[in-house]
């Protein structure tokens, strides 16, 4: 997938493995310091550029402007249940880079 690298936009590597291991990553967002579950990574309808789509438990479901997202990091915790409403093919993400896959629970009610 082609996704524009951006200098202030967080290594998109690094995203990737968060989103395949089920890693939570911290981040700053517009100031705020953040912990977010990932799951998706990809152009976003909304901005038309890189977006991150994860779940914050205050927030519930965001679409975070990579452009915007400051000092990523991974970190050893894991979310061990994909969230009962989690769509890998969500509506917000025009192109999928990469998107979490279902655990905890059956694929089959992801449809």
């Avoid at 989103?19 to 579950?37: A, K, M, P, Q």
């Avoid at 991974?74 to 969500?90: A, C, F, G, M, N």
Wanted: aromatic share 10%.
């Amino acid at each position: 997938m082609d996704i524009p690298h951006y200098s202030t936009q967080p290594d998109s590597e690094e995203i990737r493995r968060a989103i395949r291991e089920h890693r939570l990553v911290e981040f700053y967002y517009i100031g705020e310091l953040l912990t977010v579950e990932p799951y998706i990574h990809g152009m976003g309808k909304r901005y038309q550029a890189p977006v991150l789509l994860a779940w914050d438990a205050t927030n519930g479901w965001k679409e975070y402007s990579c452009m915007r997202i400051r000092r990523l990091q991974v970190l050893d915790d894991r979310y061990e249940k994909s969230r009962e409403d989690y769509d890998p093919k969500d509506p917000r993400i025009k192109k999928v880079d990469v998107a979490a896959k279902v655990i905890g629970r059956r694929a089959a009610a992801v449809q």
